[in-house]
């Protein structure tokens, strides 16, 4: 079992920079989650953006369309911040030869307490038992594209109605 | 969704004592785990054990059978020590109308750094994307009944070759 | 021994807002930390304000130093924000018949990995050993106030050239 | 400012073996421990012994009074298992030239909760600003040698009535 692993930034790498009393994407957490997770399949990860998800742009989508198109692999993990990512999902929902899990976090990972690792967990799952299709794994939930959206004043991902 | 949890014992709720310098089964941290997670699905946690599972007994799993062979639910995740995980998988064959998912860890939850909380969120996403069938999410991985054992040497899950 | 804790916000006490991106200084964290640190001495803890440091208005000082010279407690330990700590320290310096101690935190405690703990029980310390005047604890040394300052470059406390 | 660190062993640096199910004494923790704890100043670690404080010997005592009557530093800290740690400070308190803290843990610096951290803040404080002499640092206390024992019952350091 092979997982290619896909980081674009969002919430999930937030840092906290005191020099400068900011927040903002640093280096990927995901290889210490994988570590942390005692995982033993093959993996690989590509850090393709550092981005709020706010600031990704149609050549951001683009982009990593593109990778996953061309890839070899049939099972695609990205992490993805939490204010688009149903936008990215349903612009991946034309890859449907592969299983693609995005996910991410609401608190970074570099956190106490977050729901990175759990995160990742069910996406790591989802990627290798799920049928070909884009899914997002959050709030304890695996959703297929299209059917979910980010609940920003309950800070959740939910069905759409 | 709905997942019914059982937790029966072994290391992911390992605890240590000072006072007495041991390291016994303590009350379950899978509660904590889901709140972390941030899950938003319905849920209720039966602990059943509390156990080293090489103190598991055949009434022990015999009970472990009867309560989900009787329970509604249609998906259940269990908290299983590591080492006869294998085996209670084998006697909840069975029950094959159901998904059954069962984790736990090799490092306790209540260390700074543990697979217990990986490993809960593969499981509540195999619960929720995995045909019935009996599984065991363990090494970043979903394996399906009787085709998986612990490497103790290696300290991981690994296929039956 | 009896300690009295003021907290005054600063980045010790930072949390993360997803849902406006947002890093605000919450609810203190001192209680939490004490309990961590299995602390068996008599203390009380007043939440004086909520700021980031370089908020901090005369006014601000002025009732701290009120606070604290009319308190009955020989021994105080100030949570604060890094920036102006010096600042206040020196304000603080005329209450020479009192042991009083300034901490805070270059990286919020709600993180994984954070100073405030260490920086805590630094300052529970100084709080109990050192003769009366002001004191700041931080990058692990313990400074008198008036000798101190914070080098954002570095991102560390230092001794004045 | 230095500091010549000496690790000698107990719950602060124990781990859990889950390919044996037990629970012994690791690596030290303390480097970690200072990392997250931001510290500036000049310091040296060295590893004497890694064992239950229960199974030191009277020969372990005395290399540790040697190393520290030899050593040409003036501030030591020594981290130890809480079971024997009296009795250790008793056997160096003829070393009154030097500022010596023993300190630990109640709970394994390995442990998302632990006051390990905590501990090691207090006794780095107290190691440079106590004067000369044997200190233990624990359950928010710098108790002076001679002055303190271990309840085992209440789990926690305690003045001798």
């Given at each position: 079992m092979f997982i290619q692993f896909i980081t674009t930034g969002g919430t999930i790498d937030k840092i906290y920079f005191d020099a400068l009393s900011q927040f903002e994407v640093g280096e990927s957490q995901l290889k210490h989650i994988l570590n942390e997770g005692l995982v033993e399949f093959e993996y690989d990860i590509v850090p393709m953006l550092q981005k709020d998800?706010?600031?990704?742009?149609d050549e951001d989508r683009e982009q990593l369309y593109e990778f996953i198109a061309k890839g070899d692999s049939n099972r695609f993990v990205i992490t993805h911040g939490t204010d688009t990512m149903p936008q990215t999902a349903d612009k991946l929902a034309?890859?449907?030869d592969k299983t693609i899990v995005l996910t991410g976090a609401l608190?970074?990972?570099?956190?106490?307490?977050?729901?990175a690792v759990f995160n990742v967990g069910m996406a790591v799952a989802a990627a290798q038992v799920c049928d070909p299709g884009v899914y997002i794994a959050m709030s304890g939930q695996v959703f297929p594209a299209g059917e979910v959206r980010k609940n920003r004043e309950e800070n959740r991902f939910e069905k759409l109605p």
């Open positions: 998800s706010l600031e990704m742009t034309g890859l449907s608190t970074p990972a570099r956190f106490r307490t977050t729901d």
